[in-house]
């Protein structure tokens, strides 16, 4: 792979990167860490990466490990697309951030770092998700802002078993208790103390805990974060997820619906807009009837205005569009409304004794089969223009959307081929996504929703439930 050439050099390192990177290959070799895992999120929503051995970490921290491009234009089936300079010629480096180094609990011996994609001069790599999230948290620093950001993710634990008649394998959740049941509890209660003790040994918040509406469905949120730090905490999360279910022989996934009959999971992703220098939450107002500023209407607006464009990217599987269906709490329709859960955007009630710093839009259409980089990005692309260009969203809607007349709300995309074909149509997302990112992430995309729509319902399940 020709791994000895730089990428960047380790005369490029300030002095503060070199103290975490000999942190980092001191706890390295004090811990017994013999691989080390350099994560990315590519176009088709998969983690991937490659490992480095623990002799080579130092080296590898300044290098970064070589990669072939071609491998975001590879969709969730392993089919590689034909997208102009992402073929079998050329290669980038997987360098990781040594910031995000996080042991792995459900494999000893292992630890992980989450990765940018860069050229071999060390310079960013129009086709990196981790950079476009990066030039999105710079545009909105640009205004003056700050994005805070959760992701909310619910997944359904199970075992995977072979099909009785031969097919297929098949999820089989672990349970058929009841939303919030405190069977649901009882039956998760070893996996779920297991999954806290993992989460926040990796220096993640544990929030909420709860059985959801599903069988063998899960709802455990963390703490929010910085943007960029928000769509790291995700990649881990999710890694961990299966990883602990894998650990004590079960299954989970977050695919957004990997039982076709069940409650279908959701990623809300959960946005508050701050001022750094004055530390005070832009969003909120005490005088506003839903306590938001004139600002966050204006964010709102974006949303809404770019929503169905926006699905192909905060949604972006086939599957997804099993869950996001009308009376479904899913939200397939772009309004907003306080508290609302059916719709697209809701403007969430404040907690605690300081409501504006609790002040919170929630982005409902989103799972975990997106690109949590590009999905996060785009959505500060679409408030950042809201913001810009003043967009009124309109008036809130307070009941749901789907008992309104037909037309009176406008229904967010009804399949992939329709959210890419809004996305295609976007100029703006079309701009901020760039050339190669975007005609990459469209064929992958429209790759796999040709190859889904070849094969019946349990192929789809089986290969989303297998890798998200």
Not at 24 to 46: C, M, P, Q, S
Not at 93 to 119: E, K, N
Not at 239 to 250: D, F, I, K, L, P
Request: net charge negative; aromatic share 6%.
């Amino acid at each position: 792979m020709g791994d000895h050439h730089d990428a960047g050099g380790a005369d490029t390192l300030d002095s503060a990167t070199r103290r975490v990177i000999e942190r980092v290959t001191e706890r390295v070799n004090t811990d017994g860490i013999k691989l080390i895992r350099f994560l990315y999120a590519d176009h088709g929503g998969v983690i991937r990466g490659k490992a480095t051995s623990h002799s080579l970490l130092a080296e590898r921290l300044r290098t970064g490990i070589g990669h072939t491009v071609a491998m975001m234009a590879m969709n969730m089936l392993d089919e590689l697309q034909d997208v102009k300079g992402l073929g079998p010629v050329g290669e980038v480096r997987l360098v990781p951030d040594p910031a995000t180094f996080v042991q792995l609990p459900y494999a000893p011996g292992s630890a992980a770092m989450l990765s940018d994609l860069r050229r071999l001069d060390g310079s960013p790599w129009p086709a990196c998700p981790r950079t476009f999230l990066r030039e999105a948290v710079a545009a909105l620093a640009d205004e003056g802002h700050l994005l805070v950001a959760a992701f909310e993710p619910e997944f359904t634990l199970g075992r995977r078993e072979p099909d009785p008649e031969g097919g297929l394998d098949r999820l089989v959740p672990a349970d058929d208790s009841l939303c919030y049941s405190t069977t649901g509890f009882n039956q998760a209660h070893d996996y779920a103390t297991t999954l806290v003790h993992a989460l926040e040994s990796q220096g993640l918040r544990v929030e909420h805990y709860h059985p959801e509406l599903g069988h063998g469905q899960q709802e455990l949120s963390i703490r929010h974060a910085a943007a960029l730090h928000a769509a790291d905490n995700h990649l881990i999360y999710r890694e961990t997820v299966r990883g602990v279910a894998t650990r004590m022989s079960m299954w989970a996934s977050l695919a957004p619906k990997p039982l076709a009959d069940q409650a279908g999971n959701g990623t809300h992703l959960h946005l508050s807009l701050w001022d750094p220098a004055l530390r005070t939450n832009v969003f909120a107002d005490p005088s506003d009837r839903y306590g938001l500023s004139v600002t966050a209407y204006h964010f709102i607006g974006g949303l809404i205005a770019h929503l169905p464009a926006l699905t192909a990217l905060t949604c972006g599987s086939v599957n997804s569009f099993r869950r996001l269906t009308p009376r479904a709490w899913s939200s397939a329709y772009a309004c907003y409304g306080m508290d609302n859960r059916e719709a697209a955007v809701r403007i969430c009630s404040p907690t605690g004794r300081d409501a504006a710093a609790s002040t919170n839009l929630e982005l409902k259409p989103s799972d975990s089969s997106a690109n949590p980089y590009l999905s996060l990005g785009a959505v500060i692309h679409a408030g950042l223009d809201g913001i810009r260009r003043r967009l009124d969203p309109g008036d809130p809607v307070d009941v749901d959307p789907a008992t309104l007349p037909t037309g009176r709300v406008p229904r967010l995309p009804a399949s992939l081929d329709e959210a890419l074909d809004a996305l295609e149509a976007d100029e703006l997302l079309m701009h901020a996504l760039g050339p190669l990112r975007s005609s990459a992430y469209l064929a992958v995309k429209r790759s796999e929703a040709r190859s889904f729509a070849a094969h019946n319902t349990a192929y789809e399940l089986f290969h989303h439930f297998r890798v998200f």
